[in-house]
């Protein structure tokens, strides 16, 4: 599908934050025809029981558009149209156990379908208004087919990040930077966005919090 965002969204234990995370999520794209596709990984907090309640029942429906009524409940219109860039969906994935950030990424990789792909966690700390504009500039064919997000130059506002995790970051990195001869401010990000064919050429191993490593190190790999 030429113009289709498959937004992945791994969830592990998020249940205070789904009610806001996806009322934005929902709000920014509703303009867009996007897949969902949402992986629940072995949540045990409650997550599990409100995905089930309010986010499985839109799976499987031609999407038109995704709203909150008064009851805190997401209400869909759904559109006739056989045409997949007409309308959105959403898949639902359960994992029974816990795999890892990992493992929900490369699941929900699998069952994607649109021509751009994206990972979006669902922890807040990164604003879904960056992901679609991401995929706009990426859609005009500005800067290739792949676009790194980074919590180091961005104006918007994220969550705290601890300093240890920052210090981490900043070293891996500049030591990725060195390896394979790019310019990146943020390896670990977990706000990426690349075409099908980036996809279809890198193969992703990692199971865990590692993932964002593996993905910029099979994209840089693979010459993008």
């Given at each position: 599908?030429?113009?289709?965002?498959?937004?992945?969204?791994?969830?592990?234990?998020?249940?205070?934050?789904?009610?806001?995370?996806?009322?934005?999520l929902f709000k920014v794209f509703e303009d867009s025809f996007v897949e969902y596709i949402i992986i629940d990984d072995g949540s045990?907090?409650?997550?599990?029981?409100?995905?089930?309640?309010?986010?499985?029942?839109?799976?499987?429906?031609?999407?038109?558009?995704?709203?909150?009524?008064?009851?805190?409940k997401f209400q869909i219109k759904t559109i006739e149209s056989i045409n997949p860039e007409k309308y959105s969906k959403v898949i639902f994935i359960s994992h029974n156990k816990n795999l890892g950030?990992?493992?929900?990424?490369?699941?929900?990789?699998?069952?994607?379908?649109?021509?751009?792909?994206?990972?979006?966690?669902?922890?807040?700390?990164?604003?879904?208004?960056?992901?679609?504009?991401?995929?706009?500039?990426?859609?005009?064919?500005?800067?290739?087919?792949?676009?790194?997000?980074?919590?180091?130059?961005?104006?918007?506002?994220?969550?705290?990040?601890?300093?240890?995790?920052?210090?981490?970051?900043?070293?891996?990195?500049?030591?990725?930077?060195?390896?394979?001869?790019?310019?990146?401010?943020?390896?670990?990000?977990?706000?990426?966005?690349?075409?099908?064919?980036?996809?279809?050429?890198?193969?992703?191993?990692?199971?865990?919090?590692?993932?964002?490593?593996?993905?910029?190190?099979?994209?840089?790999?693979?010459?993008?």
């Amino acid at each position: 599908m030429k113009n289709k965002l498959s937004i992945i969204i791994p969830i592990y234990n998020e249940k205070n934050l789904l009610i806001n995370f996806f009322s934005e999520l929902f709000k920014v794209f509703e303009d867009s025809f996007v897949e969902y596709i949402i992986i629940d990984d072995g949540s045990y907090d409650g997550s599990e029981v409100w995905l089930n309640e309010h986010i499985k029942p839109l799976s499987k429906k031609n999407i038109g558009k995704i709203i909150l009524d008064n009851k805190n409940k997401f209400q869909i219109k759904t559109i006739e149209s056989i045409n997949p860039e007409k309308y959105s969906k959403v898949i639902f994935i359960s994992h029974n156990k816990n795999l890892g950030k990992g493992a929900a990424v490369i699941n929900g990789l699998k069952e994607s379908t649109g021509n751009y792909l994206t990972i979006l966690d669902a922890d807040l700390e990164y604003d879904p208004r960056d992901s679609l504009s991401m995929f706009n500039v990426l859609q005009e064919n500005k800067m290739g087919e792949v676009i790194f997000g980074s919590r180091s130059t961005s104006g918007l506002p994220h969550r705290h990040r601890y300093f240890l995790n920052a210090l981490v970051s900043y070293f891996n990195t500049f030591l990725f930077n060195i390896l394979f001869d790019k310019v990146i401010s943020d390896i670990h990000c977990g706000q990426k966005i690349f075409t099908r064919n980036v996809y279809e050429k890198i193969i992703l191993t990692s199971k865990d919090f590692s993932i964002d490593m593996d993905l910029g190190t099979q994209i840089a790999k693979a010459n993008f």
